[in-house]
């Protein structure tokens, strides 16, 4: 790993373990409850101790002067939920832009099993190769979906992890497989860091018991999105979603620190 690719992932985690937050749902589902107004949105959610949030490029400039010293990761592919195929990403971006846009690191999203994986695997190999060159880091979203997959299968799951990490991710982020006994094997099929998907919007003690499982398994962390900025308080659940990540919290702690209740 290159100093710079390394001083970079420094900006994105804290200590190894990584509180992401991706808002670029913008573009996949349009201006939904959170992103209408972005910048008081990522100025909550970095007072609440994420480590980084993730948009696409073209609202960088609404991000920076709201980040709170936490990082940036730029997306480069994506697709909408009134188009075609939800799940045929396309590229919206390179490296070189998110250089441009000030980011930390960049993310790519792939759907292995589908019948784009061939060239989402492609497009993956390229930016790495580019993001090595540049020092950047790259968080892959490797999701195991196509016809006839289990998407919280474990097996299917540490496939696409350890895809990722053999095409050159830094950070692998994949769905829960919905208990910790399960995830182990999920989190063990790589020696990057394995962080979870978000999943459906729970309440606060379910979303932070998911998050308890899977760091009890051997994840680096999180990546949540509606979760949080969808949140009536998205400063108050960072903030537990923190304490359970970074502090090794219980859930009922987490959920006192951060002035949670059970009915919240």
Known sequence: MTAGKDARLTRIGTGGRYLVVPMDHGLTMGPVTGLQALESTVDAITR????????????????????????YVVHLN??????PDEEDKRKTGTVEDAVRAGADAVSFHINVGSEYEPDQLTQLAEVTGEADRLGMPVLAMAYARGRGIDESDPEALAHAVRLAEE????????AYSGDAD?????????????VIAGGSKGTDEETLEMVRGAMDAGAAGI????????????????????????????????????????DA
Do not use: W, Y
């Not at 101790?49 to 709170?68: C, I, M, S």
């Open 167 to 174: 095409v050159g991710a830094d950070v692998i982020k994949t």
């Open 48 to 71: 609440g101790g994420a480590d980084a949030v993730l948009t696409q490029k073209g609202v960088a400039d609404r991000v920076h002067g709201n980040l709170n010293d936490a990082g």
């Open 223 to 262: 990546s949540m999105g509606r979760s949080i900025f969808q949140h009536e308080d998205p400063e108050a659940i960072t903030t537990a979603v923190s304490a359970v990540v970074h502090d090794d919290a219980s859930v009922e702690t987490a959920l006192e620190a951060a002035g949670l209740g059970e």
């Open 182 to 194: 399960s995830f182990e094997r999920v989190a063990a099929a790589s020696a990057k860091p394995v």
């Open 78 to 83: 994506g697709s909408t939920t009134i188009g």
